[in-house]
């Protein structure tokens, strides 16, 4: 549902991923703090620190966090058991990911014509534009592009293109 509705830039895999690994660590921490006062206590400290303390750049980083915080619980099984779901569910999500690789296509051309060929020239790659400046007669556009092989015999194509001045690919890790 996140990715079908994702509005952003740039759709981010972690923190899709997050999202369900933190309904489900969330649980785990429930149940651990759930019956005893001091661990409940300890939790809402070391949460705080991680949270408010931590700079994360990945959300997939403050999802381990979060998950060797229930471990240091003293809840072994619990930790065993929240550890098996993880793995299950990442396993689950990254198996079912599309082989390939994004790109980023910054295209500076000219002409409306050229900005249909350049269309036609991404072929059966999925692509998706993100944004297009124009100043004066150039024209930037800024596309997402996924090629599921690592030939990029598109990015030829698009040079190709009369009225293009130059292409950059930049490979999105996600």
Not at 94 to 119: F, K, L, P, S
Not at 156 to 162: G, K, M, W
Request: charged residues 20%.
């Amino acid at each position: 549902v996140y990715r079908r509705f994702y509005t952003g830039v740039v759709f981010s895999r972690s923190f899709a991923v997050t999202l369900v690994g933190m309904s489900v660590l969330t649980c785990m921490v429930t149940l651990a703090i759930s019956t005893n006062v001091v661990i409940s206590l300890g939790m809402v400290g070391a949460l705080s620190i991680v949270r408010f303390r931590t700079a994360v750049k990945d959300p997939l980083d403050l999802l381990y966090l979060f998950w060797a915080i229930t471990a240091g619980a003293g809840m072994y099984l619990l930790a065993l058991t929240a550890a098996v779901v993880m793995i299950l569910m990442m396993l689950l999500f990254y198996h079912w990911q599309e082989r390939g690789r994004v790109y980023i296509a910054v295209i500076h051309y000219t002409g409306q014509r050229a900005g249909d060929d350049i269309v036609r020239a991404f072929g059966r790659n999925k692509y998706v534009v993100k944004s297009n400046t124009m100043r004066g007669d150039t024209v930037e556009m800024v596309a997402e592009v996924f090629c599921k092989d690592k030939e990029l015999e598109f990015s030829d194509r698009l040079r190709a293109v009369p009225g293009v001045a130059d292409v950059t690919l930049i490979q999105y890790n996600g």
